[in-house]
């Protein structure tokens, strides 16, 4: 076992972190002590499984660093849905209906059962936020593949207000088959959520950019660049952007058009 920062030995202060786990509520995981997990299919790549049944989701997430070289030839699988996107550098992506190269900010979400490559054609390091759940069908509708940038999408405003935004990356919100939909916020310095949520959906969020105070069920959580964090359905939820200089931007997961299943 190795440590995705590259760190061994010992520290030079006293052991702590931030990372907090409360299974089937919300998970917290801190950059600093997670590690490298070792993965058939992945060749020349450091890979970090972040969010997973395990913790209680339905999903599972993973950062990946791809090498010179590196790829992983079948992402997904027989049911499964998946998306990767570019946190940096490039890769080429391939599934049975498309092949790109994806920049940064670059994005390819593939149907249950169609699997997708991601191959590092360039000698500098590409790292990646993938995911893949398993597929919710339903009768007389069907999803697509999807390939974008997050750069060519337009920053809405969420529920209305002037210093919060969303991308929404997929058309979840006009085509019943998505069962998903991957989204950005972004929280200008001092704004937050209109209100504490609390709903069904569950969220794996990837920290992009800037840092905030998370409302967590009842704990208040500092969050910044480089977390991950989970959130289970009916998790009360909301954050503050707060730091210096840098707006607060995360990726983030969210299962929707589906009824309850009994």
Request: hydrophobic share 35%.
């Amino acid at each position: 076992m190795s440590y995705l920062n590259g760190q061994t030995g010992y520290c030079n202060d006293l052991l702590t972190t931030r990372s907090v786990v409360r299974k089937e509520n919300y998970v917290l995981i801190e950059p600093d002590g997670i590690v490298k997990n070792s993965i058939p299919g992945y060749e020349k790549c450091d890979v970090t499984i972040l969010g997973s049944p395990k913790m209680g989701a339905s999903f599972a997430d993973y950062l990946v660093t791809v090498h010179e070289g590196g790829n992983n030839l079948s992402f997904g699988g027989e049911g499964l849905e998946s998306f990767i996107y570019v946190i940096e550098g490039s890769v080429k992506v391939k599934n049975q209906d498309k092949e790109e190269i994806l920049t940064e900010g670059g994005y390819i979400y593939s149907p249950a059962g169609n699997e997708v490559s991601f191959m590092n054609t360039g000698k500098e390091d590409a790292k990646l936020f993938a995911y893949k759940r398993r597929y919710e069908e339903l009768n007389g509708y069907s999803t697509f593949t999807v390939v974008g940038n997050a750069s060519n999408l337009p920053w809405i405003p969420y529920e209305g207000m002037e210093n919060c935004y969303i991308r929404n990356f997929l058309p979840a919100s006009e085509n019943f088959g998505f069962d998903i939909n991957m989204h950005i916020l972004k929280f200008h310095l001092g704004a937050s959520h209109g209100y504490i949520e609390t709903h069904i959906q569950e969220h794996g969020a990837y920290f992009l950019t800037g840092s905030a105070m998370y409302r967590l069920d009842n704990d208040w959580v500092p969050v910044k660049k480089g977390d991950y964090v989970f959130m289970a359905a009916y998790c009360p939820q909301a954050c503050y952007a707060v730091g210096q200089d840098e707006d607060l931007t995360y990726l983030y997961s969210k299962d929707c058009n589906r009824d309850v299943k009994l």
